[in-house]
């Protein structure tokens, strides 16, 4: 007894002779009809003959070989090969419909849009009509060319785009020359914003200037003023490059100097790739940290180099795995987790690893600093295979960070767990002791793991004697100089308050 009915195989049948229906259609209302056995078979035999005899303008060939009996056999309808390329889909919001179109892996030329590159000229208009037409094809490419430089204003490169767009700066690309060009109808936070992106690279062989001398120089910048002071008033300055809520992103191979503030930010971000990253800017130039990622997940830093007048690369609230390899640093402030915990907010850190890198002359190698007051947590931190030439506090956690002198010391702070320092090795400068762990009176600080730390002062025979100030770890070999300062085991009173937990839900912790 056959389950299916021979009249509705007759009418499919019809249906596809006469060509009201295609053949996958036919296909799939055969599967509906019938079960399994030789007179599936049978009929899958006899649609292939008609098709490719009957249809000879059909979209895709079907060889006509016979099968052996009891074998079904390979359908004629076409099944796509997945693609190549793995990455996600297109978030639902991108507005471009699904079009191959000529014009993927196009190259967009700013000059083409009427940018003039002579440093003087407001390119920003040229730049943005380029970007327009580059979002909306797949793999293109918005070309600043070689020998020429580019000036635009603050300027927002906004998404969601077609997969694949890359900027590539091979000329000089510059903001206007400090404050009193910068146009009042500008944001002074930000230059460059690049928002709600996919699968985006920032590369090419040029420069990103900065320009950041004037800014620099204000009075209300610190020790800018009359004999050294530091004014009050309006002090905005911009960040030079800020990725915001974007994803997929890779930063290779570009030179930026000479930042008003910060370098590079990442905002909301998750899945960010920086490699041969070469950032240069004075010592004594402030605020203008190399590297800083906030709320971002999935970071990898490799191989680059960061020379700058504050933190080398700043790690903010709300990161998780964070890999840095490879980079040296200074001089600048050194590699920082923080400042967290700020006017009483919560903070989360979480999977930072550094390893593999140099520091050299620096205010400060790997540091970890909270402010009092905080909640949250730092936890699952390793620093590894760290070189240091000539650095005050080698390797430091303070958790009474402070701007002021008259900061109050209060009950909460942010938990700091779980640190692990091994082969930590090279010079320190004798004005600071090279390990100082300042932990919170009330929220000690625990499981800090020592193991091959040997650091000699740079200069004279002095060896500085490690602080340590409710801390709990162990030396799992001899360190120096020796830190006899950290207290074994868990203190009495074990942090276990709810302000101090993290969970990981929607990116957060």
Known sequence: MWSFSQRGILRIISATSSGKIDLASAYCL????????????????????????????????????HKPKGSPGKSPVHVPAPPKNSDPPSIPSDPYPNDPGDTTGSI???????????????????????????????????LVPSDKVFMITSTIFPGPCKPGLALQVDGVLMPPDGPDC??????????????????????????????????????????????GSTLPGPCDSPTMIRFFMSSNLVVSGIKIQNSPQFHMKFDGCEGVLIEKLVISTPK????????????????????????NGDDCISIGPG????????VTCGPSHGISIGSLGV???????????????VI?????????????????????????NIQMENVRNCINIDQYYCLQKACLNQTSAVYVRDVQYRNIKGSYDVRNTPIHFACSDTVACTNITMADVELMPHEGELMEEPFCWNAYGIEETLSIPPIGCLLKGMPHVITESSQYSCSNENGRF
Not at 190 to 208: A, C, E, H, P, S
Not at 319 to 326: F, K, N, Q, R, S
Not at 360 to 384: C, H, L, P, Y
């Open 30 to 65: 055969l599967l509906m009809e019938l079960g399994r056995g030789l007179l599936f078979i049978w009929i899958l035999a006899i649609l292939s003959f008609h098709h490719c005899s009957s249809n000879a303008n059909a979209r895709y060939h079907y060889h006509k070989k």
């Open 108 to 142: 967009f030329d700013v000059t083409s849009y009427g940018a003039v590159g002579d440093g003087c000229s407001d390119d920003t208009a040229a730049f943005m009509e380029a970007w327009k037409a580059a979002c909306a094809v797949e793999s293109a490419t918005v």
């Open 182 to 227: 910068w146009p009042k109808a500008d944001s002074r936070q930000q230059w460059l914003v690049f928002y709600r992106l996919n699968d985006m690279k920032l590369t090419g062989n040029g420069v990103i200037e900065g320009n950041g001398q004037k800014w620099w120089d204000l009075p209300c910048k610190p020790h800018r003023g009359p004999n």
């Open 284 to 307: 004594l130039s402030p605020n203008t940290d190399g590297i800083h990622i906030g709320n971002t997940k999935s970071v990898g830093i490799y191989n680059s180099m960061i020379s």
């Open 319 to 326: 990161c998780l795995d964070v890999h840095i390899e490879g």
């Open 343 to 357: 006017h009483n907010s919560q903070a989360c850190v979480s999977n930072i690893t550094v390893r593999n890198t």
């Open 360 to 384: 050299r002359e620096s205010d400060n190698g790997v540091r970890i600093k909270t402010w009092q007051g905080g909640t949250g947590s730092v936890s699952g931190i390793s620093f590894e």
